[in-house]
């Protein structure tokens, strides 16, 4: 959540920074600012909403300068109006910050009391008003600067300005990630490589507990004990190109259409055609060996760490423990010598999964990581990593890096199973066959399902709830289609385990509740079956997502159907996800919410 870019350049600043938001607007915001040096002197522009509103004050009061810094907001201390817009600060300084600052009402109390004058309800005044305080006292920038990090408590990214010196910025990295682009006679801070990318492919991510002093030369940066430290400089193979939606409505949208090609790209990538089995870069352990792994991840991506486990367990016969990112640390949970931790993020910046992954390397395990984007902090800190090559994502509700990560988790399952012995090879052929022939189904869904697809969210639209049935494998695409309509349409829903139906959610049917049956043919089909018998006998409207054999067999108690095309049940949990995110965005598209930039949202979770 939120977006920093700062800017040491040759020409005006502002259009420079104004591009770097935009293309941070994915991560989520709620108000935006830019702040620039204009002989000398701070000035600031601000605007609550979105990024056109910011664009029309500066179009109607134009900022110069070549040095400034710019902020996306996503509100946490403080509603999100102009005032408590970024950049905050003073005469003397201005400051962006990602993260929260924990101690800010205890410096808070401690800076008025000495005099300092604040205007914002902001955690974020607190940094400014400190470094405010030590320039007043005759420090240095940099001595300021440092001084006030020691202060700090919580998560923070920062971007600093200063007064009087249009050369100089200052960065700081506490467990939110920032990176300094270097270009020819300009320098660039960023929260996001991606933002960084129409200006310099040439980038030094901060370490936690760094900071960093840039000035038109170069950068030079500190670890947290103050001592100068090397950071070595990176191509990044993010591309500058404009990301625009073509000729979708949305980025949502275009990216559902991007299924095809990314699970394509993923399954390519590890899965040698000739001998029909995965090929796995060197991960750093002996996959043989492996006692038990212990998976974590957020939101989407814990869904399909879920699916994950049951083909990892299945498969290798490798025990799979799972949990929330944001509770396992705090479980404080026992780990096996010699496991392995499994963490799957789209963004590779997920504070919470982050912050497991910490608690897993104290814990002795081996780090293997699912990521989409090379340059994170998570790809840095892992043992091993596997890509998911889906490209951005600019949707705030995660789409094709979902069926991406699916796409990886069922070749690790695979590579697993082999080192283990668990499967034979001809197995192995039968199962990445069906793994390949996914892409395909994928483009025929989208092709000749979206019909479909529309006239069922007609029904969905009109619900105030609505639950998702699934069992095994497909129960976590339950979940990720119940999360799907809450993210972008506003409809309160709900995965179950479809056995789990009468274990209470039973007592919410009735003939005004949608209730989506995922029901693959397979092993469970009969099972699912029953369950949706059960909800259809309570006045329930059910929807089946099914194959031909299990429409003909159900499509009586259906209110409307979904036919996909036959496929092996190991591979079915990825090909139903691209029909129920489907439906979630038609429903979002006839209630005239906004897909891409759902309310309260974002799509990099920094802080906890």
Same mark, same amino acid.
């Given at each position: 959540?939120?977006?920093?870019?700062?800017?040491?350049?040759?020409?005006?600043?502002?259009?420079?920074?104004?591009?770097?938001?935009?293309?941070?607007?994915?991560?989520?915001?709620?108000?935006?600012?830019?702040?620039?040096?204009?002989?000398?002197?701070?000035?600031?522009?601000?605007?609550?909403?979105?990024?056109? !509103?910011?664009?029309?004050?500066?179009?109607? +009061?134009?900022?110069?300068?070549?040095?400034?810094?710019?902020?996306?907001?996503?509100?946490?201390?403080?509603?999100?109006?102009?005032?408590?817009?970024?950049?905050?600060?003073?005469?003397?300084?201005?400051?962006?910050?990602?993260?929260?600052?924990?101690?800010?009402?205890?410096?808070?109390?401690? #800076?008025?009391?000495?005099?300092?004058?604040?205007?914002?309800?902001?955690?974020?005044?607190?940094?400014?008003?400190?470094?405010?305080?030590?320039?007043?006292?005759?420090?240095?920038?940099?001595?300021?600067?440092?001084?006030?990090?020691?202060?700090?408590?919580?998560?923070?990214?920062?971007?600093?300005?200063?007064?009087?010196?249009?050369?100089?910025?200052?960065?700081?990295?506490?467990?939110?990630?920032?990176?300094?682009?270097?270009?020819?006679?300009?320098?660039?801070?960023?929260?996001?490589?991606?933002?960084?990318?129409?200006?310099?492919?040439?980038?030094?991510?901060?370490? +936690?507990?760094?900071?960093?002093?840039?000035? *038109?030369?170069?950068?030079?940066?500190?670890?947290?004990?103050?001592?100068?430290?090397?950071?070595?400089?990176?191509?990044?193979?993010?591309?500058?190109?404009?990301?625009?939606?073509?000729?979708?409505?949305?980025?949502?949208?275009?990216?559902?259409?991007?299924?095809? @090609?990314?699970?394509?790209?993923? #399954?390519?990538?590890?899965?040698?055609?000739?001998? $029909?089995?995965?090929?796995? %870069?060197?991960?750093?352990?002996?996959?043989?060996?492996? %006692?038990?792994?212990?998976?974590?991840?957020?939101?989407?991506?814990?869904? @399909?760490?879920?699916?994950?486990?049951?083909? &990892?367990?299945?498969?290798?016969?490798?025990?799979?423990?799972?949990?929330?990112?944001?509770?396992?640390?705090? $479980?404080?949970?026992?780990?096996?010598?010699?496991?392995?931790?499994?963490?799957?993020?789209?963004?590779?910046?997920?504070?919470?999964?982050?912050?497991?992954?910490?608690?897993?390397?104290?814990?002795?395990?081996?780090?293997?990581?699912?990521?989409?984007?090379?340059?994170?902090?998570?790809?840095?800190?892992?043992?091993?990593?596997?890509?998911?090559?889906?490209?951005?994502?600019?949707?705030?509700?995660?789409?094709?890096?979902?069926?991406?990560?699916?796409?990886?988790?069922?070749?690790?399952?695979?590579?697993?199973?082999?080192?283990?012995?668990?499967?034979?090879?001809?197995?192995?052929?039968?199962?990445?066959?069906?793994?390949?022939?996914?892409?395909?189904?994928?483009?025929?869904?989208?092709?000749?399902?979206?019909?479909?697809?529309? *006239?069922?969210?007609?029904?969905?639209?009109?619900?105030?709830?609505?639950?998702?049935?699934?069992?095994?494998?497909?129960?976590?695409?339950?979940?990720?289609?119940?999360?799907?309509?809450?993210?972008?349409?506003?409809?309160?829903?709900?995965?179950?385990?479809?056995?789990?139906?009468?274990?209470?959610?039973?007592?919410?049917?009735?003939?005004?509740?949608?209730? &989506?049956? &995922?029901?693959?043919?397979?092993?469970?089909?009969?099972?699912?079956?029953?369950?949706?018998?059960?909800?259809?006998?309570?006045?329930?409207?059910?929807?089946? #997502?099914?194959?031909?054999?299990?429409?003909?067999?159900?499509?009586?108690?259906?209110?409307?159907?979904?036919?996909?095309?036959?496929?092996?049940?190991?591979?079915?949990?990825?090909?139903?996800?691209?029909?129920?995110?489907?439906?979630?965005?038609?429903?979002?598209?006839?209630?005239?919410?906004?897909?891409?930039?759902? $309310? !309260? #949202?974002?799509?990099?979770?920094?802080?906890?």
């Amino acid at each position: 959540m939120c977006g920093i870019v700062g800017v040491i350049g040759s020409a005006e600043a502002a259009p420079l920074l104004l591009e770097g938001l935009k293309r941070l607007e994915y991560r989520g915001y709620d108000s935006a600012g830019i702040a620039t040096l204009v002989g000398g002197h701070i000035e600031r522009r601000r605007a609550p909403g979105k990024l056109i !509103n910011l664009a029309r004050v500066m179009q109607e +009061d134009p900022l110069p300068g070549t040095t400034g810094i710019g902020h996306t907001r996503w509100a946490t201390h403080g509603a999100p109006t102009e005032s408590n817009a970024h950049p905050h600060g003073t005469a003397r300084v201005s400051v962006v910050h990602n993260g929260i600052i924990e101690n800010h009402a205890e410096l808070r109390a401690e #800076l008025e009391a000495c005099g300092q004058v604040f205007s914002t309800e902001t955690d974020t005044e607190t940094v400014a008003q400190l470094v405010d305080f030590l320039l007043a006292r005759g420090l240095a920038p940099a001595d300021a600067a440092r001084a006030a990090f020691v202060r700090l408590e919580g998560a923070y990214a920062l971007a600093i300005l200063f007064a009087g010196h249009p050369d100089l910025l200052i960065g700081a990295q506490h467990g939110a990630p920032l990176a300094v682009g270097y270009g020819d006679g300009e320098m660039f801070l960023g929260s996001d490589a991606l933002a960084l990318a129409p200006m310099t492919s040439r980038i030094a991510y901060l370490r +936690d507990g760094d900071w960093t002093l840039v000035t *038109r030369e170069g950068a030079r940066f500190y670890g947290g004990d103050g001592r100068e430290v090397s950071r070595e400089i990176k191509r990044t193979a993010l591309s500058g190109a404009a990301i625009g939606r073509g000729a979708f409505r949305h980025f949502m949208e275009k990216e559902l259409h991007e299924h095809p @090609a990314v699970i394509g790209d993923s #399954l390519h990538r590890m899965v040698d055609p000739r001998t $029909r089995s995965v090929v796995l %870069p060197s991960l750093g352990f002996d996959m043989a060996s492996v %006692p038990r792994i212990t998976m974590t991840a957020c939101g989407s991506a814990y869904y @399909a760490g879920l699916v994950g486990r049951n083909w &990892i367990e299945s498969l290798a016969r490798i025990p799979v423990d799972a949990d929330v990112a944001s509770e396992f640390r705090y $479980r404080d949970p026992p780990m096996s010598p010699g496991g392995v931790g499994l963490l799957i993020s789209q963004s590779g910046e997920t504070a919470d999964t982050l912050a497991a992954l910490r608690t897993m390397r104290e814990g002795g395990q081996s780090i293997l990581s699912i990521l989409n984007v090379a340059e994170s902090t998570m790809a840095r800190e892992s043992d091993a990593v596997l890509d998911t090559v889906a490209g951005p994502e600019i949707g705030v509700a995660s789409t094709k890096a979902f069926t991406a990560q699916l796409s990886v988790l069922a070749c690790l399952a695979l590579a697993l199973a082999r080192a283990r012995g668990t499967i034979v090879a001809a197995e192995e052929a039968v199962l990445t066959d069906a793994l390949l022939k996914v892409p395909g189904h994928a483009a025929e869904i989208l092709a000749e399902g979206d019909e479909a697809v529309r *006239r069922i969210a007609a029904i969905v639209a009109e619900a105030r709830d609505v639950l998702y049935l699934g069992r095994g494998a497909c129960y976590p695409i339950a979940m990720e289609g119940a999360l799907k309509l809450k993210e972008i349409s506003y409809i309160h829903a709900e995965g179950y385990a479809a056995g789990e139906m009468k274990h209470g959610p039973i007592a919410l049917i009735d003939k005004s509740v949608p209730i &989506i049956g &995922i029901a693959p043919s397979g092993p469970l089909f009969e099972k699912t079956a029953s369950n949706l018998q059960e909800a259809h006998a309570r006045g329930g409207q059910i929807i089946l #997502l099914s194959d031909a054999h299990g429409v003909a067999k159900l499509r009586h108690i259906a209110v409307d159907t979904l036919t996909l095309p036959d496929i092996h049940p190991f591979a079915a949990p990825i090909l139903y996800t691209i029909p129920v995110q489907l439906l979630a965005y038609h429903v979002a598209v006839l209630r005239g919410t906004d897909v891409d930039q759902p $309310r !309260n #949202l974002a799509k990099s979770v920094t802080v906890e």
